[in-house]
């Protein structure tokens, strides 16, 4: 079993900035991909942002020179950087992982969500 855990969400101003962090742990083979996710209420589940193993990153367009990903691969961890926050940025935001379990077999994983609220 892998686990994904995510922290560092919260109530923040606009303008405000914040960072997310996940963390993988478990039987881990290989990570290919993390990224992040966010669901407003109301509103489909979509793409944020992501990282691959090595290579270039993605960003929606809605979060361009705002929002930064970066991981640690030594650590199996992924972070957002998110700043300029704008309201509409809230949403309860999930960590994803695609990878291989210690076993070879390709699995993806979700994390539990982290409310972002921003809000004067």
């Known amino acids: 079993q892998v686990q994904l855990v995510e922290s560092g969400g919260g109530l923040v101003q606009p303008g405000g900035s914040l960072r997310l962090s996940c963390a993988a742990s478990g039987s881990i083979g290989s990570i290919n991909a993390m990224g992040w996710y966010r669901q407003a209420p109301g509103k489909q589940r979509e793409l944020v942002a992501s990282?691959?193993?090595?290579?270039?990153?993605n960003y929606a367009d809605s979060v361009k020179g705002r929002f930064t990903i970066s991981r640690d691969n030594a650590k199996n961890t992924v972070y957002l950087q998110m700043n300029s926050l704008k309201p509409e940025d809230t949403a309860v935001y999930y960590c994803?992982?695609?990878?291989?379990?210690?076993?070879?077999?390709?699995?993806?994983?979700w994390g539990q969500g982290t409310q972002v609220t921003v809000s004067s």
């Open positions: 990282i691959p193993s090595g290579g270039s990153t």
């Open positions: 994803n992982a695609d990878l291989k379990d210690r076993w070879g077999w390709s699995r993806n994983y």
